[in-house]
């Protein structure tokens, strides 16, 4: 126990607990916060599905339907028709024959990679010595040094080498599986980065991937419902669906809900299914909340107004930010980094914006590395022309104060 209290003491004297704000209203542009009303410049909520009417309605219907719980997990008894709808739901949307969903998206992730990294961990015990012998050699990841904390976790519970590259540096990447050419390859990625808002550079990926035989997976988290023309996602956005072997992502950013998903090949999921440990030892995701998601991925192909008017909010606030000066990069997509970097000035500016009603907590280590702090500014498609310019017009003056050259 001292251990733990002089490594929370630590954390505390150097400042780095993070203050977590109760929200006390749906997660919309508005949102009220210390009794106090907000504009809340932070949630994944992009296309304001989780307060869509008809979202909620599904769900409400569904859970007065089945019960608040799904009862078990999905190989025994948890598996309900509105799961089985959510899967077929996805792989329309992604273009892919079959998904799983998951409980979350970091659940996906670690169900996904270390299935695929590492298919005997789920089964070791029931194959022979001289089936596991004829198996392809040891597997090697490759993995963006951006990518998000569940692969990198996912990798540490498959117990296969991890090998980083650069950030979308395609010749890093080449170098190094140049380097493992005789190995079993994976290379996985971000579709859309999470604090940074950039997209991964797929064509050249799957490129690599043909030239040096490895397989690909990209967690598209934030590109899914977003990107492309349909809302298929990053691999869509690129000309690329199908191309992939497979696309992971959540169901708790763009789709309004809680939960994530696997979509591939028949063949692939069918494997999945049988070892990946997250889907098997883990409790099926209640099915109200699956209907409102089945909701939620028609609405994505269905309403594509909303996300014209999301692009139009990225457009019209990365015109102003640009403008003040307050970032040099073009976001493509609605998450947009502002890197202040000292992380105490970015907490000292984030509690300056609330005071104002501006809701945008700063972004630390170990989210982002040490000196890259941020405020990870995401937009939604309810976001109005005032209340954007309102936010840049305040952030501008408080940087002029504390003399904050934004990187
Ligand atoms: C890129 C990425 N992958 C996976 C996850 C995990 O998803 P979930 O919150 O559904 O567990 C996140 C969420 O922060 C993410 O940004």
Redesign the pocket.
């Known amino acids: 126990m001292e251990t733990l209290h002089k490594i929370l003491n630590y954390i505390k004297e150097k400042e780095l607990y993070p203050e977590m704000k109760t929200v006390c209203t749906a997660p919309s542009a508005v949102v009220e916060i210390e009794k106090k009303k907000m504009h809340m410049f932070c949630t ?1 909520n992009y296309l304001n599905l989780a307060t869509h009417p008809k979202v909620i309605e599904a769900s409400v219907l569904a859970t007065k339907k089945y019960g608040t719980g799904a009862g078990g997990s999905r190989l025994i008894s948890g598996t309900n028709q509105m799961h089985v709808a959510l899967e077929k739901e996805i792989s329309i949307l992604k273009g892919r024959e079959d998904t799983l969903v998951f409980s ?6 670690i169900g996904a990679i270390s299935a695929i990294a590492n298919p005997l961990l789920g089964v070791a015990r029931e194959i022979s010595k001289e089936f596991m012998r004829s198996l392809d050699n040891e597997t090697i990841v490759f993995s963006d040094e951006l ?5 990198i976790d996912a990798c540490k519970i498959a117990k296969v080498p991890c090998i980083q590259y650069n950030h979308t540096d395609m010749s890093d990447l080449k170098k190094k599986l140049l380097y493992y050419k005789t190995k079993r390859k994976i290379i996985v990625t ?5 604090m940074d808002g950039d997209i991964a550079p797929l064509p050249d990926i799957v490129e690599l991937a043909k030239e040096f035989h490895s397989l690909t997976i990209v ?1 598209d ?2 590109g899914t419902g977003i990107l492309g023309e349909n809302g298929g996602g990053t691999a869509e956005y690129f000309n690329l669906k199908g191309e992939i072997d497979l696309e ?6 763009v789709f309004g809900g ?3 998903f696997v979509s591939g090949n028949k063949e692939i999921c069918e494997l999945l299914r049988v070892t990946s440990r997250p889907y098997i030892f883990s409790a099926a995701m209640p099915p109200g909340n699956a209907a409102g998601l089945v909701e939620a991925v028609k609405i994505v192909k269905d309403e594509p107004a909303l996300r014209i008017k999301l692009f139009e909010n990225i457009d019209y606030f990365q015109k102003i930010l640009n403008k003040n000066q307050l970032s040099e990069t073009v976001s493509s997509t609605p998450i947009i980094p502002i890197i202040i970097g000292d992380e105490n000035l970015t907490v000292k500016l984030s509690n300056q914006l609330f005071e104002k009603g501006f809701f945008v907590p700063a972004i630390r280590w170990p989210a982002v590395p040490k000196g890259e702090a941020r405020f990870r500014v995401t937009l939604m498609t309810d976001h109005t022309k005032d209340q954007m310019d309102a936010f840049v017009e305040t952030l501008n003056t408080l940087c002029i104060n504390e003399n904050v050259l934004v990187k």
């Open positions: 994944n979350s998206g970091y659940l996906a992730n990518n998000h904390a569940s692969i971000d579709g859309v980065f999470s967690d988290a934030h992971v992502g959540t169901l708790n950013k809680v939960g994530g």
